[in-house]
């Protein structure tokens, strides 16, 4: 590799650093329908055409910003939930759930793409999948781990969940081999909880309802965490 080469394509790291970075600002302002490849150029100083040598069209920048927002979202469960030993299912379900929050919380614009309304006209490509899956893997291995060490303790009350759905969730069975659809289906309870709540707190739906939202998304958690049967 040449030294002019290299010179190159760090040059074009910079500038599509640059670009997703103006992009992302836009979406705060403008909203992920609202993103133009031409307003960015603008920005930046950059004519229009040129542009399109980073990011051929909006839904390739979009599928960017996406790809960043779920990594970023997965890198931060990530570490949330290593930072708790093995053992301490509980810990480690807590650390995940209150990671997604925060994380939110930080970055609304870049939830709200991930986890908002769909952008009008964008069909996300199979670039997306990998990353898409990174937060809700933790949250799968956690259960997974904990059922394999017999920690998970459906309560007698949860109803079997009915035979027509015996072949449904794949994907979800794929990150707790070897659970029963009953904690498959309690998990997706559990998952669908933390995601409702955090997008009602991220979308402003708790807004003059409840004040300490910590305090109440700990005790929510740790409600969602005694349906699934994770009690330590």
């Keep these: 590799m040449t030294a002019s080469r290299t010179a190159r394509e760090r040059v074009r790291a910079e500038l599509t650093r640059e670009i997703t970075d103006i992009a992302?600002?836009?979406l705060a302002t403008e909203g992920a329908g609202g993103l133009s490849l031409r307003a960015v150029a603008r920005e930046m100083g950059m004519v229009s055409s040129a542009i399109y040598r980073y990011?051929?069209?909006r839904d390739d920048l979009l599928t960017t910003l996406i790809i960043d927002s779920y990594n970023s979202l997965g890198e931060a469960v990530e570490q949330a939930e290593a930072g708790h030993p093995r053992e301490d299912f509980l810990g480690r379900w807590l650390a995940a759930c209150h990671a997604v929050r925060?994380?939110?919380i930080e970055h609304p614009h870049e939830y709200a793409l991930i986890y908002g309304s769909p952008v009008p006209g964008y069909q996300a490509p199979q670039d997306t999948i990998v990353a898409r899956v990174r937060d809700v893997a933790v949250l799968g291995r956690v259960v997974a781990d904990a059922w394999?060490?017999?920690a998970v303790r459906p309560p007698g009350v949860a109803p079997a969940p009915p035979s027509e759905l015996a072949a449904d969730a794949s994907g979800i069975r794929e990150l707790i081999p070897g659970a029963p659809d009953s904690v498959i289906w309690l998990s997706i309870a559990?998952?669908?909880?933390?995601?409702g709540w955090v997008n009602f707190e991220v979308f402003g739906q708790f807004n003059n309802t409840i004040e300490d939202r910590r305090t109440a998304f700990e005790h929510a958690m740790r409600?969602?965490?005694a349906t699934l049967g994770l009690t330590q």
């Design 24 to 26: 992302r600002r836009h």
């Design 148 to 150: 394999e060490a017999e």
């Design 55 to 57: 990011f051929p069209s």
């Design 223 to 225: 409600l969602a965490a």
């Design 102 to 104: 925060e994380w939110a």
């Design 190 to 195: 559990a998952w669908t909880a933390l995601y």
